[in-house]
């Protein structure tokens, strides 16, 4: 199927574009004519998809991001180029996970995913809002957020603290926001292949976690395309505050 939007004149900003949903995201948005900024820190891997996606005629920039360090934050941001005009669509998708028992977690585990996922999500996203209030702009935050942040799973206490709350941070900034007409939306996915959990579902509880999907399937990054788009489009003009999840029916699982 062919989902289209006109993303001509926005500047998205990606972060967690070294990874596999953010290089979906960026080459997503980047053919529905926005210019795209890629942010994360592996500076090579998002060149590389830099490359790809300037060859197709698309505008694209890289800017290094650590999104747990505030300072980074504005630095990545003052590094847009002028010519993209100010960031109106931000998709707040790095992440960061370590698993372990709740009796085993550490404190600098727990900071580094807590800090990625939720602390650094709502800094950025106050950067980003601050300037588009300055220049008088409408905007599009889409938080991704996981089916952990609804459910709960073995081994992950603070992954799953970190998206239930990045849907109330969705909510929060949706509610507060509206008013200078910046819409905050999230998806939470299901599971889908990626470099986080590749290891996971070549194992006996992954492949036992995978029949318990009402979709009896892992997801494809072409899976989040039609959300994405949805919500980064004047498609979504009255939505905010909405948590869409893409899980195969993970989420609404029998009991
Ligand atoms: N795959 C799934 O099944 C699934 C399901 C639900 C939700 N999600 C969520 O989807 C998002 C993307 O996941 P993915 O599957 O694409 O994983 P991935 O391939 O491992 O990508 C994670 C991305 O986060 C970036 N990142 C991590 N720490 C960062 C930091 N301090 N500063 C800036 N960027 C940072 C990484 O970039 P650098 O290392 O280059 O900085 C990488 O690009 C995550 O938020 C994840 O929680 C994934």
Redesign the pocket.
Known sequence: MTLQADLQGHCALV?????????HFATVLAGAGASVVL????VE??QVLAERLTATGAAVAVVP?????TH?IEAALDAVPPSFGVVDILV??????HSAAALEQTAAQWD?VL???LK?AFFLSQAVALRLIAAGRSGSIIN?????GLRQSLAVTP?AIS?AGLIQLTRQLALEWARHEIRVNAI??????????RYYFDTPPGQALLKRVPQRR??QPTDLTGPLLLLASSASAFMTGAVLSVDGGHAVSTL
């Open positions: 972060t967690g574009a070294s990874g596999t949903f953010g290089t942010a994360a820190r592996r891997t998002m991001l650590d999104i747990t360090a980074s707040n998708n790095a992440g960061a996970n580094e800090d990625t996922n650094g991704i957020a996981s089916v952990l992954y998206k939470a996915p299901g599971y889908f292949l990626s470099d986080m959990n892992l997801g």
